[in-house]
């Protein structure tokens, strides 16, 4: 049994990994942390886990952390979580971090996007991109796990079989993205109640979103040379769940099938990809990934225009975040990659 | 032409009356207050608005409202309004109020609901009820309207036609109110934001709601002895409307037709009630008044048990606020009764 | 490992047995059947399941299910069931009906509320109902499982605490739900698509629901008298989830400590029912028990009228349909209670 | 008065003609045709427009409509349309057609994307593309009006001001719609009803939408020159609005005034267009749109790539179906372009 705390347990994605971490047979939950929780019962906060937790929160103090935890899960905002990460690993423990602290490997980058400059930069170095269809070598035993963000996610994973192959040689990626009201996390915000934004259908930080960034940088990777993509959030009117229609044109005309072989070759073995034809199901939608790990990619040709689209549907709260933390943390403890996420899609939801 | 001022103007009840009187043909919309908003344009807040008004909000004073309003509607907390109202009409303005101030006649038994003294017992007596199916006549010429809550007007308006007769002799009513989420109001709290409301099906004050008050009382007029009643809110998921389903026991076999002409003879006339039967839309549903200021009437009974429910849907901001506000403005200043208010409802919405 | 068919595997109740089988360690499915869906893949119309089964949908044929199965779920409409249960117990295998056909005991009372003669009168006296709150020494070993309807779950379990004991002496219970879209089934119909049922608020059968008939036979039972219940169920804005309001008067002044220690120990050490009280989370609300078997059971007392509601949330497909019948399922093959049912309920969704 | 029929009166545009012209102060509706609903009133169908009506639906016959009208709504299927329009022409009403059978000029064109040889090639060219922002002389007088469809409406009214300018030289426009139920009609369909809609996001026609080849026409006559451009619909959970995200990439650096001034004087003065900008509503969102004729503009530019998205928001069923009919009635009437479109948007809705 490995031992886990969560820091910054009272969010959605801190809710998500209690909800995972409490049917997951390899751990012990031992030290969940909220400032503003603690010494209250978690069901205060999270309602669903009535019943699944006889601890309660507690406010969180680096010290006291020290022989509780093997693994420490750190779900907290953008640089809060760069506080403790470089003392919890000094102290010996796995640390996942499911900001967007250490995800970006260039300090010149994350100050760009982030406007600082890293403390840390040799941990930038050190930190392994937590998408394990990716970096599943890297994750062998990593000990500090850069969670993606829900975004990248998404538009990474519609791209990743693209940019791989010479399908494209335009650099022109747009990563049109739908997004549910669960990525605004739990805390009530202006146009995030309900009268606002039940219907809404609103593009925000549309003058370019952070997560291309860390898009970008792994998109790069795989292409052996520059990627540039822009991400286009919306925010619409669905609690779980994330598209990304990752538009593009290929240089000359490829068929359903030839792209088809590309994405199967791309994800092959892969255990959380799922790749959508069919007449009646053409393309992914996240409804159907809802509560699961899964990211259902697909994608549809116009030939008039040789224009490709990318789809990729995935559930924000699960591979956009606790799930595939969840997921990463398997692989570097060596346990079955999908214990703790066998669930399937809730539908409907 | 009426001069107009709204004085609370930035709320969802603020905003629709805004939105009927930019369509009123004998308003001149003068003023509109907002502390938060002060200077700002109207539009910043309702951008359904923009386009419509071409002042801007202004914070309130009650000296220089002085020459701009004939008529001042109040959209502003409860025990806020209490504090202008007596002024304005002292400086011989019309007040209508859509805060719970001046709806009960009884200084006891607001004492009993709102928990202080009432500051003006006697302004309690001069208000009249602005419910026009039950106060017409007295409505012409008031100077001090008092507009009825939402679910108190749901509740009242199932039920109005049944204390009337002698259909129960049982004191025994449940209104089982389910109501939008634009009936909490434009400001995020806890629990309103979308990702928790949506979905939801939430019970909310269920040991005793407010309007019961303003209910009992208008009840008891009609019935001509004392009516308690029982209102049990719960939140559900739609963004406008509240259905009241108000349960009670016939004192004997009572049939359809029994019901219907009694409702029928009731509201005979009444031009925002409709009575809804048949085969494909049985039972009033909110959905159907989006935006219009009906009230839609309908009844199921349940012949092995004598028991009969009373349906009433509304637009909880229209029949159920500004909408009824309006109507009430135009009887007291001799307008058409439909001024403003008709736009059939959206569907589908 | 017990082998399982599932008989009707195409619609939500069939899909739900089918995503909790697929988790289930103790069971085996062999096979699925569709009549319209006969030789397509399971995902094609559960595409949430997509990757799970390996089998297809079979056209059902009493013959072959032969050696096939250990028990068999029938997920069929009411009247159709009741065609192959006696067969497939004289077959010797175990049946689990998610319909109608054998909830109630009283051939009698079959006939008043679903117009036919009930064919197998004897099987009526065998089948148990199959609440495990209620029956839980019954079903070891049942053969015949009625399992029971919705409605009538919610109705019940916020009930029976309260007609076990003497708080109320009258006979006047109104068991208001709201329920939402997926207890109306995977088929399109008029007035179930989106544009119509989104922010409908809306009766159904208000003149008497079905479902009045078990819920009478069960609490009857618990009363040691005739109960008499209305259920007048509404249709709202979810997808998941229904919420039975069962108001009542009570007999005398009450406690809220009262009324919790009745319900405390109605259901003491019941796996699946949990208690809810506070100020945060003061009733229960369906959204907070999705995707899992828990029915959440609350209750408000409003004490001028010595009026109580009993509130229970329960996810329609799980607690009130599939969730419930593998509860059923467990107990009857000595399987842990739990099993296949242990994924905390999902939130936000 | 002008005599107005409504031909296919029973889907939701024909509803919401009917919603409108309820209004108009300058029609009588004398006929309502519904094959399926003959005889039956039209709130059985509508129940939002009961007590606005007291004719019932009518069976279709060209010979009845005689001397009932002065102009005819068709609001009709596809290839429906086409068989009525030359006859009520040649008998010397006016023809308004929601349809896409006359809004092609060249019949190759429709014949590539409708399938089929266009009967009448001659109507093609005399009828007049619906769209008062562009073709507002020639609706004065205009006999037959093809009115443009949704989709059609958002993409071009978001692209009109870039390819009348030199902003961009790249022929790849990407029209990422996002749409609402009510977009799917009135009648339930294999996936569209509440439960498996609610929450999706679901790309469709993602190979090719149909309303490209309008789009391409009326953007190639503004640009003076071929433009292509992809629609990419997703269905949202809403129940109204469109939003089209038209992604492009600029030929060199433009700046936010740049942009705004070219999108300005495009739509200098035209009645129903609204352009988005500043800090709390960025961008446009047909949420503030919803049951108004408003089309709101805006804009995203990511500097760093030189992307630029124009956003284009409306309510799918009035500036995207009857009222954008209703605005080239008005005009083509000579009575106020607003006539029947006064209300503001709804909000919250």
Chains 1, 2, 3, 4 share one sequence.
């Not at 978690?42 to 952390?65: A, E, Q, R, T």
């Not at 905002?77 to 919890?88: D, E, G, Q």
């Not at 934004?197 to 970008?216: D, K, S």
């Amino acid at each position: 049994m490995v031992k886990v705390a969560v820091i910054g347990g009272s969010g959605y994605t801190g809710g998500e990994l209690l909800r995972l971490l409490a049917i997951h047979r390899d751990v012990e939950v031992t030290l969940v942390t909220s400032r503003e929780y603690a010494g209250k019962p978690i069901s205060l906060v999270h309602p669903n886990l009535k019943g699944f937790y006889n601890i309660n929160f507690s406010d969180f103090s680096i010290d006291k952390i020290g022989n509780k935890a093997d693994t420490v899960f750190l779900s907290l905002p953008h640089k809060v979580s760069m506080n403790y990460a470089p003392k919890l690993l000094e102290m010996g423990m796995q640390v996942i971090d499911l900001s967007a602290d250490f995800r970006l490997k260039d300090p010149e980058v994350y100050k760009k996007w982030y406007g600082i400059e890293h403390p840390y930069p040799d941990l930038l170095k050190k930190s392994v991109y937590g998408m394990p269809e990716l970096h599943y070598e890297e994750l062998k035993n990593a000990k500090l796990i850069a969670s993606p963000g829900c975004n990248a996610t998404a538009t990474i994973l519609a791209l990743a079989p693209i940019v791989s192959s010479n399908i494209t040689d335009d650099n022109r990626f747009i990563s049109d993205v739908k997004v549910s009201s669960s990525e605004g996390g739990a805390k009530p915000k202006e146009g995030s109640q309900h009268s606002e934004r039940a219907n809404a259908i609103r593009p925000y930080e549309a003058t370019g979103h952070r997560h291309a960034a860390e898009a970008e940088q792994e998109l790069s990777i795989i292409a052996g040379k520059q990627i540039k993509v822009s991400i286009v959030p919306h925010a619409v009117s669905s609690i779980r769940g994330a598209l990304s229609s990752a538009h593009l044109w290929m240089s000359q005309s490829y068929s359903e099938m030839d792209i088809w072989k590309k994405v199967a070759e791309f994800y092959r073995g892969k255990k959380f990809i799922r790749i959508i034809r069919g007449n009646v199901h053409p393309y992914p939608d996240p409804k159907y990934v809802i509560g699961s790990n899964f990211a259902d990619i697909g994608f549809a040709i116009e030939e008039r225009l040789n224009r490709l689209t990318m789809f990729s549907a995935i559930d924000n709260l699960m591979k956009g975040a606790a799930g595939q933390a969840i997921q990463s943390f398997n692989i570097s403890n060596k346990f079955e990659e999908e214990e703790g996420l066998k669930t399937p899609p809730l539908r409907p939801a």
